[in-house]
């Protein structure tokens, strides 16, 4: 499996962004795929993670009812729907997946597949 991460950029705080992560290859059906994001200084943090079949998803405290992920219509992309951002969710963005989950992990050791980050900046 490969992924391809997308869509950051410098944007106002309370704004929008759109991230995506392509997903090429084949992909298990007891896959999960997460978003993590790692500020400078910080260690690399669990955003967001969607069950690649089913669709159920779990979700960081701190962008819980502001960020949102899905797969789209073709169901090749998980995409991240970040609104309301501030400047704490300025870092590099990664997806990554874990492709014989029994559960959904938030670290990120058990994540075997990941894309390049892609870097988001929040202008106060």
């Known amino acids: 499996v490969q992924l391809q991460a997308s869509g950051g950029g410098l944007v106002q705080a309370g704004g929008s962004l759109r991230l995506s992560c392509a997903v090429s290859?084949?992909?298990?059906?007891?896959?999960?795929v997460a978003w993590f994001r790692q500020a400078p200084g910080k260690e690399r943090e669990f955003v967001a993670g969607?069950?690649?079949?089913?669709?159920?998803?779990s979700y960081a405290e701190s962008v819980k009812d502001r960020f949102t992920i899905h797969r789209d219509s073709g169901e090749t992309t998980v995409n991240l729907q970040m609104n309301n951002v501030s400047s704490e969710d300025t870092a590099n963005y990664y997806c990554?997946?874990?492709?014989?989950?029994?559960?959904?992990?938030?670290?990120?050791?058990?994540?075997?597949?990941w894309g390049q980050g892609t870097l988001v900046t929040v202008s106060s």
């Open positions: 290859g084949r992909a298990f059906s007891r896959s999960v």
């Open positions: 969607i069950w690649w079949s089913g669709g159920m998803t």
């Open positions: 990554a997946a874990d492709l014989a989950a029994r559960f959904m992990t938030r670290n990120a050791s058990a994540y075997t597949s």
